[in-house]
């Protein structure tokens, strides 16, 4: 990491260290010797990662707004299907694309993380990030899809905060992936 002193602790690469190294940064000091670069990262709190969630809500909700207004004007009567395509494409496809993509959710690159795939280190290909997040099809079962997935986001919320040694959520179990700050990486 180029300066430490910015980070709050966790593990980095210091300068000088061997590549492939890591080793451990108290938030003002470096702690003992470099160690190959395989160092647990230390897990993302849940509070950030609520935030992320909240962000792409509301990248859902407008996507959702402006299908359903669109079609409601140009084709009153495609509505519903219209705002299942919406739904669809913003709750799982386009978070599991920006995810094989980019590294993250719109609301994880936003808030500064990333989701890494089993080797810690590199994004999921795109099948292991649509794994991730097919519990957004939850939304899709009439009447009950909303309140489900609400239900889903809090029982994983319960997951992720009692988690303390990884704070693995129900969608990092699905996809044997995991959430990191992105600067924890470089």
């Known amino acids: 990491m180029n300066d430490p002193t910015a ?9 000088g260290d061997p590549p492939d190294t890591m ?12 160690v ?3 160092v647990p990262i230390a897990p ?3 509070g950030v990662r ?7 809500l509301l990248v859902c909700a407008a996507v ?5 207004i669109t079609t409601a004007v140009v084709v009153p009567v495609l509505v519903i299907p219209a705002l299942t395509l919406a739904s669809t494409a913003t709750l799982w496809l386009l978070p599991a694309w920006c995810t094989s993509r980019f590294g993250g959710s719109l ?4 808030t500064g993380l990333r989701v890494v795939g089993p080797d810690g280190h590199s994004s999921p290909d795109f099948t292991v990030a649509r794994r991730r997040y097919r519990a957004a099809l939850l939304a899709l079962i009439p009447l009950a899809g909303p309140t489900l997935v609400l239900a889903y986001l809090i029982v994983n919320t319960a997951i992720v905060d009692t988690d303390t040694t990884n ?7 699905a996809g044997h992936t995991r959430v990191v700050r992105r600067w924890q990486l470089q």
């Not at 980070?7 to 300068?15: D, Q």
């Not at 080793?23 to 470099?34: L, V």
């Open 23 to 34: 080793r451990q940064w108290d938030g003002t000091t470096w702690i003992g010797d470099p």
């Open 167 to 173: 704070r693995y959520s129900l969608y990092d179990r």
């Open 64 to 68: 959702m707004a402006v299908a359903g």
């Open 36 to 38: 190959e670069a395989t």
């Open 44 to 46: 993302v709190s849940t």
């Open 50 to 56: 609520v935030g992320a969630g909240l962000i792409d």
């Open 107 to 110: 609301g994880k690159l936003a």
């Open 7 to 15: 980070a709050p602790p966790g593990w980095y690469t210091a300068a």
